[in-house]
């Protein structure tokens, strides 16, 4: 038990389509990362969010974007769905103890959203 | 940019020992994860190495080689439960992100026969 909740666990869009996946931390985890793990793959950072704010993006287009909430919620959103987006969605979050300290080693992952596209 | 590399498959009988390698070509390094991700299932964390030598946790160890940019997860005392693909991830500080993000390797499948 990682105390973080993924949700939906499973779900079918179609192309063209909008997507919001949201996931619930640990209280006090100020930082939360989401990834995306296509099958037989390890998974691929999309961003992070710390207090909020991004921290750090990675190789994925602007049609995906993300929000963080103070009650340590977060959200991910991908716009104009592809075939290729289909995968599983991991959130990941921890605790950091300042902007810049690089502690936080044990990073929870949640048990992830599945998404097909058709 | 970032490399990681791992086997992609590995297969041991029920009590041996197995050692799975991991290489990875990354700028920004700071520290080297392990993860064990059953099928379907959120990767869950099994060590953690920043610096060079042996960290032992149960049936479990990882060593790590920063000058040779090598690690390896040592599975002892196989068990069938075993079975499932182990994640090589390193951490790196780069431009963007002043917390660090994590680079994965594809996983490693590890079957356990009895």
């Known amino acids: 038990e990682t105390g973080v909740t993924q949700s939906p666990t499973h779900l079918i869009k179609t192309r063209g389509q909008q997507v919001t996946l949201r996931c619930s931390s640990q209280?006090?985890?100020?930082?939360v990362s989401w990834y995306q793990q296509a099958l037989g793959q390890g998974p691929q950072f999309i961003f992070q969010?710390?207090?909020?704010?991004?921290?750090g993006r990675g190789n994925f287009p602007p049609r995906f974007s993300g929000l963080q909430f103070p009650n340590y919620s977060s959200e991910l959103n991908v716009n104009a769905l592809e075939l290729d987006d289909s995968a599983l969605y991991l959130c990941?979050?921890?605790?950091?103890?300042?902007?810049?300290?690089?502690?936080?080693?044990?990073?929870?992952f949640g048990e992830g959203s599945w998404l097909t596209v058709v | 940019g970032q490399n990681i590399d791992q086997p992609t498959e590995m297969t041991a009988t029920e009590g041996a020992i197995v050692q799975i390698n991991c290489t990875y070509q990354?700028?920004?390094?700071?520290?080297l994860f392990w993860y064990q991700q059953h099928a379907g299932e959120a990767p869950t964390f099994l060590s953690y190495?920043?610096?060079?030598g042996l960290e032992e946790k149960g049936r479990f160890s990882s060593f790590l080689s920063r000058s040779k940019g090598y690690s390896y997860l040592l599975l002892k005392e196989l068990q069938m439960k075993d079975s499932a693909s182990y994640l090589c991830?390193?951490?790196?500080?780069?431009?963007?992100?002043?917390?660090?993000?994590?680079?994965f390797g594809r996983g490693t499948q590890l079957t356990v026969w009895p």
């Open positions: 990941a979050s921890r605790r950091t103890p300042g902007q810049g300290a690089r502690g936080g080693n044990t990073i929870y």
């Open positions: 209280s006090g985890h100020n930082t």
């Open positions: 969010y710390y207090r909020e704010e991004e921290n």
């Open positions: 990354t700028s920004g390094f700071n520290g």
């Open positions: 190495n920043v610096l060079d």
């Open positions: 991830a390193v951490r790196v500080f780069d431009r963007g992100s002043t917390l660090g993000r994590l680079y």
